[in-house]
């Protein structure tokens, strides 16, 4: 059984991260455990200790008992808020793993008692890191010239001060230089860039933007505009130039983007194991791991634990 809410009519979003979830209420299976996803950190909504069943009936002398991973829960836990209807709700949640209601009642004053345990698997989620990686090439000076260190330093500011304003950050993922064989022409040297830009924790930087222009996503798609506009500006200022190319200049058509999504060390992307979650970075389960910025848990028979980043 899976748990989800609908966001809009043609997109099933499974997400219990802010305020507005705070109302909502699971409910479960003595079938299977019932996958529900609660941002890191953030409060999960409303688990209650009944399956569908259960909710449409009179119960007498209910008692409920919660358990987590790490054993028996109680209200007197900061990060537990258990109701008198036994409604659980989990705060600054960051304890993956099995949570079991157990539910005693009578179906009438004249009837024994009955006992039901209620599963929930409860998995930790974050949003995924996402960049975009660029790739350019710069017709550049012999290989080994200092001028071609200069320039990429220079070319690193212009760009993070292009992107500044958004929030966003340019960092240098390579940058090699080789001998180019021309098609019918000589060698030349070329610089190949290979840089990310990637938008900022809005937390801390929530000073610079305002209200929707604070979104991640939105705040990175500027940042993606600013740089394309940046080298398609510096190919129409050489081709409206009466001057010789520089030395050092960027070559036409070499601009290339791929989006690219990250999930901490011991998360993953995986729409086959949490199809109610396609785009969450959802904790490794045990008997995997992630010891990277990848998206994938790796298989690990040795570890025992949720979240695990190495094996």
């Avoid at 006992?115 to 790739?135: R, V």
């Amino acid at each position: 059984l899976f748990y989800f809410l609908t966001v809009e009519p043609s997109k099933r979003v499974l997400r219990s991260a802010g305020p507005r979830h705070s109302s909502v209420k699971i409910v479960g299976s003595v079938v299977s455990p019932v996958k529900v996803y609660v941002k890191l950190n953030r409060n999960s909504p409303r688990i209650l200790c009944l399956t569908n069943h259960l909710r449409n009936l009179e119960l007498i002398d209910p008692i409920f008992q919660w358990n987590g991973p790490g054993g028996g829960l109680s209200s007197k836990n900061s990060s537990v808020q258990i109701s008198p209807a036994g409604t659980l709700i989990l705060r600054h949640f960051n304890l993956s793993g099995v949570y079991t209601c157990s539910i005693v009642y009578k179906p009438t004053a004249m009837q024994p008692d009955r006992h039901l345990i209620i599963k929930y698997l409860i998995y930790a989620y974050s949003d995924p890191k996402n960049y975009y990686e660029f790739t350019a090439r710069y017709h550049a000076a012999p290989c080994n010239s200092s001028h071609n260190s200069s320039f990429e330093k220079a070319l690193l500011q212009i760009l993070s001060k292009l992107v500044a304003e958004h929030s966003c950050e340019v960092t240098l993922i390579k940058s090699e230089c080789h001998h180019v064989k021309m098609q019918k022409g000589g060698l030349q040297n070329e610089i190949f860039f290979t840089f990310s830009v990637a938008s900022l924790d809005r937390e801390n930087h929530n000073r610079l933007c305002q209200q929707s222009s604070c979104d991640a996503s939105h705040r990175l798609n500027k940042a993606k505009h600013l740089i394309e506009r940046f080298f398609k500006q510096q190919v129409e200022v050489s081709r409206k130039s009466r001057e010789p190319l520089p030395e050092i200049y960027y070559i036409e058509g070499t601009l290339h983007m791929v989006w690219v999504d990250r999930c901490y060390p011991g998360y993953e992307m995986n729409a086959l194991t949490h199809p109610d979650c396609p785009e969450c970075c959802v904790v490794c389960s045990p008997g995997s791991y992630n010891p990277s910025n990848g998206i994938h848990c790796l298989r690990c028979d040795s570890s025992l634990i949720y979240g695990a980043t190495q094996c």
